[in-house]
């Protein structure tokens, strides 16, 4: 009785090897894309754009992610900065601009309580000249004003309030006091808030004295 031979071994199956993981040029774009976004948010103004930087990086990092046989691990960082980066920006946006927004309406109030105190203003003239003439003009917040006394006897004073800063913020006070023909002596004197800011003698035939001031602060 003939014996059969065994039948021949299977043939072992080998697996090819899986392929090597590549460097990954979306993610360290995206890793980029999302620091530069990441400082930006902290920087007033800049971060109103730094969230576009995030946005991009953000796309790039998710499709580094989604890309076959290449590292995962910077796009994986770079999609978090990035997406970080964008919450930052806008929640920081926001922040920065209620903050200006705030400065920007204390420092309106802070100009409308000073545009409504009054101020004092007294115009003097004095000397011993008999028949003065005497013209005194005011400008304050826009508006004028320029009256004339004749023949006026000294000393002579009158005295005006006008409120401090205002819409066009600017004043001026001026006063002009010309003597007669017997002349004498002529002083005159203009006062801010209780201050003296501008002063003037002169004596003689005719003499003349002006004094002028701007400015509702005394200086």
Avoid: H, R
Wanted: net charge neutral; proline share 5%.
């Amino acid at each position: 009785m003939s014996t059969l031979p065994p039948p021949p071994a299977p043939e072992q199956q080998y697996a090819p090897p899986a392929p090597a993981q590549t460097g990954n040029g979306l993610g360290v774009a995206a890793l980029i894309l999302g620091i530069l976004a990441l400082i930006g948010a902290f920087i007033p103004f800049l971060n109103y754009g730094a969230w576009f930087l995030g946005l991009i990086g953000l796309i790039l990092g998710i499709i580094g992610l989604l890309q076959k046989n290449k590292k995962k691990g910077v796009a994986l960082t770079g999609t978090i900065l990035s997406g970080v980066a964008i919450i930052l920006s806008i929640v920081l946006a926001i922040v920065y601009t209620a903050a200006f927004a705030s400065a920007v309406n204390t420092e309106i109030k802070k100009q409308d309580v000073a545009a409504t105190q009054p101020v004092d203003v007294v115009y003097d003239v004095t000397g011993t000249s008999t028949a003065t003439n005497i013209v005194y003009s005011t400008y304050s917040d826009g508006g004028s004003k320029s009256e004339t006394a004749s023949d006026q006897p000294l000393p002579w004073t009158k005295s005006i309030t006008v409120k401090k800063g205002g819409t066009f913020d600017f004043s001026s006070f001026s006063v002009v006091a010309t003597a007669g023909a017997d002349g004498g002596d002529l002083a005159c004197k203009v006062t801010v808030g209780g201050k003296v800011v501008s002063e003037q003698t002169s004596s003689g035939q005719f003499a003349t004295v002006s004094c002028f001031a701007t400015g509702t602060d005394g200086k």
